[in-house]
């Protein structure tokens, strides 16, 4: 009882095989599980994948089917933020980098020491505005062009004496005057928008 195998829709066949040696040609690569065969109570050509005594062995065979993989719908950010971090770090050096060479301008240079300004009487009364401090029962007063005025009314009353010609603030105390008294006065004056503040200065610095 013999054998016959073909290649799928070849007119030239191999005869006189048994079935195991079908079998073994197919387990060694020589056939393909749709090559054909025809066993000796077969009427008609049979694939091998197809025959009852050889379906289970071309089975065997088949390589498993490909995997699918379903689509990727989401966006991976990973790699793009990794670029932006790499462009901030850039930007924050080239920035740094930057402010590194700007250069201050610095005023010009005469060569001769300055010394203490000196201002006339006449001076004084036309362009500034005198304040004075003072200790009195152990707390400061304020004069204003010689008027005792309040800390809390310092601002009011500088704003009517000020002027476009008088704006700058001339300020004397006393050295016991407490450095915060000191402050009001000259906060008081920036409000006011004087320009300018000269500053009688005693032998020692007001108390801290």
């Known amino acids: 009882m013999t054998w016959k195998i073909r290649h799928q829709g070849s ?13 073994e040609g197919l387990q060694d690569g020589l056939w393909e599980p749709t090559d054909e065969v025809q066993g000796p109570d077969d009427p008609d050509w049979v694939a091998i994948e197809n ?15 490909p995997r699918t993989y379903d689509d990727e719908t989401r966006l991976d950010m990973n790699a793009l933020i990794d670029v932006c971090m790499v462009l901030l770090v850039f930007f924050i050096l080239t920035t740094s980098y930057a402010a590194l060479q700007k250069r201050l301008k610095l005023p010009n240079v005469t060569g001769q020491e300055a010394g203490i300004a000196t201002v ?22 304020f004069l204003v062009e ?25 300020l004397e105390y006393d050295s016991d005057v407490p450095w915060g008294a000191v402050v009001a006065v000259q906060d008081a004056a920036q409000l006011a928008e004087m320009n300018r503040i ?9 108390k801290k």
Do not use: C, Y
């Not at 007119?11 to 079998?23: K, M, Q, Y």
């Open 198 to 206: 000269l500053w009688l200065v005693p032998e020692t610095e007001p």
């Open 146 to 170: 010689q008027q005792q005025v309040p800390e809390e009314r310092l601002l009011t009353t500088l704003k009517s004496f000020a002027n476009p010609s008088k704006n700058r603030l001339l």
């Open 11 to 23: 007119p030239r066949s191999i005869e006189g095989l048994s079935l195991a040696e079908v079998l």
């Open 120 to 141: 006339t009487d006449k001076e004084v009364a036309e362009q500034m505005v005198r304040v004075v401090i003072k200790m009195e029962n152990g707390k400061p007063v």
């Open 51 to 65: 025959h009852p005594q050889l379906a289970e062995a071309a089975a065997d065979l088949e390589p498993p089917p």
